[in-house]
Antibody, heavy 125, light 108 residues
Framework: EVRLLESGGGLVQPGGSLRLSCVASGFTFRNYALGWVRQAPGKGLEWVSTIFGSGGRTYYADSVKGRFTISRDNSKNTISLQMNSLRADDTATYYC??????????????????WGQGTLVTVSS | SYVLTQPPSVSVAPGQTARITCGGDNIGAKSVHWYRQMPGQAPVLVVHSDSDRPSGIPDRFAGSNSGNTATLTISRVEAGDEADYYCQVWDGSTDHLYVFGSGTTLTV
């Protein structure tokens, strides 16, 4: 059974930083792209960032580019999201999610077949 | 960037058929995926690649995609199907790997 467990959420002041982590189990970790999707309170889903299974390629939504950094440690089955220069509109539940494949440049098929339960990030003074 | 349009809400009586649409420019040329999100829970994939169901998803859930509209059809709707439903595609014109629709709340 695939399991994704997020941690690291909490309350942070505008301009501050926070680091989210996601520990995975139940599948061959290095063989799959993983990423983060967020959901502001009462709003829809917004993709944030993805990292290939190899860790060699990363992608970001325009709204977080330059502020957030995704990384992974395949020896610890963990991905992380370093969030800097946080703003009020970054307030959301952040879900760790697994793609159906490892991530291939030029692939046209991207979907998320497993999700964690999420961790809440609140940016407020 | 690519925009997906969903109706905010769909209402259906128990036992009837619900159809949730997802509109986009020539969306029929893309692969469309659907997620269900129950209140307070994480999303769950219910249909991928237009019409394929992951294991464990009942065959009451079916997807189709043509022209400018993709549709998630839920047959014999049950009270437990009440949830938010999101469509998603890959935006080939940008580096945005996952583009989500705005979501549709299904009320039974």
């Amino acid at each position: 059974e695939v399991r994704l467990l997020e941690s690291g959420g909490g309350l942070v002041q505008p301009g501050g930083s926070l680091r989210l982590s996601c520990v995975a189990s139940g599948f061959t970790f290095r063989n799959y792209a993983l990423g983060w999707v967020r959901q502001a309170p009462g709003k829809g889903l917004e993709w944030v960032s993805t990292i290939f299974g190899s860790g060699g390629r990363t992608y970001y939504a325009d709204s977080v580019k330059g502020r957030f950094t995704i990384s992974r440690d395949n020896s610890k089955n963990t991905i992380s999201l370093q969030m800097n220069s946080l703003r009020a509109d970054d307030t959301a539940t952040y879900y760790c999610a697994k793609d159906h494949d490892r991530g291939v440049v030029g692939s046209i098929l991207w979907y998320l077949d497993s999700w964690g339960q999420g961790t809440l990030v609140t940016v407020s003074s | 960037s690519y925009v997906l349009t969903q109706p905010p809400s769909v209402s259906v009586a128990p036992g009837q058929t619900a159809r949730i649409t997802c509109g986009g420019d020539n969306i029929g040329a893309k692969s469309v995926h659907w997620y269900r999100q129950m209140p307070g829970q994480a999303p769950v994939l219910v249909v991928h690649s237009d019409s394929d169901r992951p294991s464990g998803i009942p065959d009451r859930f079916a997807g189709s995609n043509s022209g400018n509209t993709a549709t998630l059809t839920i047959s014999r709707v049950e009270a437990g199907d009440e949830a938010d439903y999101y469509c998603q595609v890959w935006d080939g014109s940008t580096d945005h790997l996952y583009v989500f629709g705005s979501g549709t709340t299904l009320t039974v």
